[in-house]
């Protein structure tokens, strides 16, 4: 598919290895972080959308990880293995020296998907709502597995992670619509307990026309021309029968500008319109996808199926 440079980027390296480097938090909304003697120590001052100035005595440890929601927010709830798309601050609670920050003044930068990120994340941020900004202190476990720290990153074994963090989005783990019959000709749709599709084309020659149809209809918010979009998808060649791109195999959901250009008119215009909790089955004929050209996976005049499921959306910036 024809995207943008990622919008999805990580904060970077520290931010890499945070999310990657333990076995995937299981935070709940009884289960999540609250404040605590670390967090009450820590001082946050300025307003949501702008750089914080953070204060903490030093050195600051935890053996727990704690958070405080120090602007409380109105919008959407994050789910406790939804998705979030923040900026953030990460600090050393030893040093008090900032370990990476993404620019609160801009749009949110950083995805973090709960049911895959270190435990620290899952329980400061599961069950928190948009427009919140976010205070935690992460426990070394938390961060780093039970040896802590991060040699790389000049973390010592001991050393808690302070986080802050705005929210300004947040999505849904897997299309959570109500079910409804797939017409047919449409290829059919069996999904795991995680959400991720599987796929099964018809013994029939492959449409000629673009089309698509819902398989579960959401009732969240409705995609608007320049929404940010949070979605997951899986794209298959319908003669071939086989995957040629799929965001769930790459571990992240993918966000895009909804009329932005950054995807094919097909798919960006199968979303918009579309209520978050929703799943398309979307079939692309060759004429509005990759024509005979072809690109990357994709052979000259394939059709494509995409099954997309519609996780979020974010208003446009006035």
């Known amino acids: 598919m024809r995207t943008a440079p990622a919008l999805i980027a990580a904060a970077g390296l520290l931010l890499v290895s945070l999310t990657g480097c333990t076995a995937p938090g299981s935070a709940s909304c009884d289960t999540a972080a609250s404040a605590g003697d670390a967090t009450k120590l820590i001082s946050v001052s300025g307003d949501f959308g702008a750089t914080p100035k953070v204060e903490l005595p030093k050195p600051l440890y935890t053996k727990t990880t704690e958070r405080q929601v120090v602007i409380q927010g109105d919008g959407q709830q994050v789910s406790a293995d939804g998705t979030v798309n923040l900026n953030l601050m990460l600090l050393n609670g030893r040093t008090g020296d900032v370990l990476q920050q993404t620019d609160f003044n801009g749009p949110a930068s ?4 709960l049911s895959g990120s270190l435990p620290g994340f899952a329980k400061a941020f599961a069950c928190t709502t948009v427009g919140s900004r976010v205070v935690a202190a992460i426990s070394p476990e938390d961060a780093f597995g039970p040896s802590g720290g991060s040699e790389a990153n000049g973390i010592k074994k001991d050393d808690a992670i302070i986080l802050v963090a705005d929210i300004q ?19 059919s749709v069996v999904t795991a307990p995680n959400g991720q599709p599987g796929i099964t084309i018809p013994a029939a020659p492959a ?24 979605v997951n998808y899986t794209g298959v060649l319908w003669d071939q029968k086989s995957v040629f791109d799929s965001s ?13 250009g950054q995807m094919i008119k097909a798919f960006n215009d199968a979303v918009v319109g579309q209520q978050v909790g929703s799943q398309i089955i979307l079939v692309v004929a060759p004429k509005d996808g990759y024509g005979e050209q072809g690109s990357g996976s994709v052979p000259a005049g394939a059709t494509l199926v995409f099954v997309i499921d519609v996780l979020g959306t974010q208003r446009a910036a006035k």
Request: proline share 10%; hydrophobic share 35%.
């Open 110 to 113: 950083t995805l973090i998907a």
């Open 169 to 187: 989005g947040a999505a849904l783990p897997k299309a959570d619509g109500a079910e409804r019959p797939i017409p047919s000709g449409f290829p």
């Open 207 to 230: 449409p000629t026309e673009t089309k698509h149809t819902l398989s579960r209809v959401g009732d969240g918010d409705t995609v608007k021309a320049g929404d940010q979009v949070i």
């Open 248 to 260: 769930w195999e790459k571990g992240q959901p993918l966000v895009f500008q909804a009329d932005g």
